[in-house]
């Protein structure tokens, strides 16, 4: 009665502060006459409490329901149920325990009886979280324990995560001993309460997996903008993360666009979703152009992406290196490409731009594969015979070239076996003549590369002559051979004025038996042959 009713109202920190460590004291009676002392086990604390019992009686600290009391004779044997006694208080713990604790007295003892053990645990309110964050810091508890106060505090913290006098307590926390409790909760309370930093430590520390995206986009955009977009791995790696799975706004896209590297698929991913928000892609359009030619990569879009390059002014050493690699694309692997390649290759031809030949050999098959001349087409094609000619470049797609084009480039007569077996190859032709007298001897002949893999042989055929060919390629140890093939004069090539034309109309007319034509057309060809000889006589 005198502790209750002069300490508790005392002014004096120090009667105060007496008051609370006596305050959990409970006197033991035992009958027993062989115990000596009385050994108080809490769950929480490391250690045990150990009291001398005299007069069969001992003052014992209990500061919850979970205490274990064991007695323990002179003989040092220890007994635990099967020793009779009773106890009781000495002061009114219920009265006075709370308004103790509102002092902030953090003694052990004190602290375990408002935080509770195991069995009979207290839940965390803002009036008692400042015990329960005092538990944390006091090493006569044990570590499970502690773990446990943790883990009460998450559930608290969880539940009243939007408010932002939180904000405090966790300033004060170990990030580290929460995270083993449940780091994702953690890190979720910690970005719900703009604690950024100390969220993105954790990250980088234990990992994202089973963070929700949402929280993970909102973390790493801010963390973004408060590296002002600078570069940071880990960082980058969780935006590369985050992005991947579907989920992005603005700030994630605009640092991939800046810092991120990998593959040309991925890279073009990126671009298309940037694209989306309107970010300015130059430099991530430069680096899918460039990288896609150091891998030998054809992306789908790659064409696009260099539209989009081009419209923004890129550099023209790159915009003609990937139009080279295009046109290569497409000249030798026979790839499909977007029609904005030729669009583009017209206009850096009409612009005397100086690029690859391959540029323009790729703009002359095209014109051949579609046949649909004009005079600018013609004028263009013209030229870039005549550099092929310089360079004794010759193809089979030229014989679907207009008529004029062939007489001009002196190919009118000309047929092509052709086939591709790749840069250094051994290229072998094996082929023979068959007309209406029989067929020639087989002949074998070694083919030198024309141009980047290709190889080809040309040929004079008349009509009625077939050629029949195969080729045997040689390259890195391996021998292949192709299929054999047939070449035939074609039926236009029996119609027309030309010199070789009319040969072949007269094996058709004498094939076909109209004497009188053959006749006519003999005698023709004879003028023609006298009068060049008489206009262009042969220097001595």
Known sequence: VVYQEFCVNSQDENVRSALARVLFTYRLYCDDPKIRKVIVSHGALKEEQVYLCTDKTAYISLYTRDAAVIFEDSSQRRYAGTVDYNIHSLLDIEELAPKLAKDGLRYPGMLLHTCGEYSHENQVTSENIASFQAVLGQEVFREDYRQEIRRRLLMYYETNMDNR???????????????????????????????????????????YEGVEMSILLRLCSQMILNLEYEYEEELLLLTEYIVKNGIYDEVLLRYL??????????????????????????????KILVYSMFTRCYPAQGLTVLKEYIRQGGREQVILAYLT????????????????????LEKITEKGWESDIICRLALLKKY????NWDPKRLETAEKILQECAAQRLKFAFFRNLPRELL???????????????????????????????????EKVE??????????????VLFYGELLHYYFVIERKGKTTRTEEAVLAVEDGETSGRSKYQMLNAMLKMKEQGREKELEVMTAEYVKREYQVSALFPLMD
């Not at 810092?259 to 698929?265: L, T």
């Not at 295009?326 to 977007?338: C, I």
């Not at 007489?407 to 250094?424: L, N, R, S, Y």
């Open 165 to 207: 006098n939180l904000r405090e307590s966790l300033r004060e926390m170990d990030f580290r001993g929460f995270a083993r409790v449940n780091k994702s909760l953690l890190i979720t309370i910690l970005v719900k309460q703009d604690m950024f930093v100390g969220a993105y430590d954790l990250i980088c520390e234990y990992g």
């Open 368 to 371: 051949a594969s579609e046949n």
């Open 325 to 344: 690699f295009e046109s290569y694309g497409y000249f030798v692997g026979e790839k499909q490409v977007d029609p904005f390649l030729f669009e583009a």
């Open 407 to 441: 007489q001009f480039c002196q190919m009118e007569d000309k047929v092509f076996v052709q086939c591709k077996a790749g840069p250094e190859a051994k290229v072998t032709l094996h082929y023979f003549v068959e007309d209406v007298q029989g067929r020639s001897e």
């Open 257 to 286: 666009v800046k810092h991120f590297d990998g593959p040309v698929e991925e890279t073009l991913k990126l671009w298309k979703r940037a694209m989306g928000f309107g970010v300015d892609c130059y430099q991530l359009e430069e």
């Open 446 to 459: 070694p083919v030198k590369e024309r141009y980047q893999g290709i190889y080809n042989k040309e040929f």
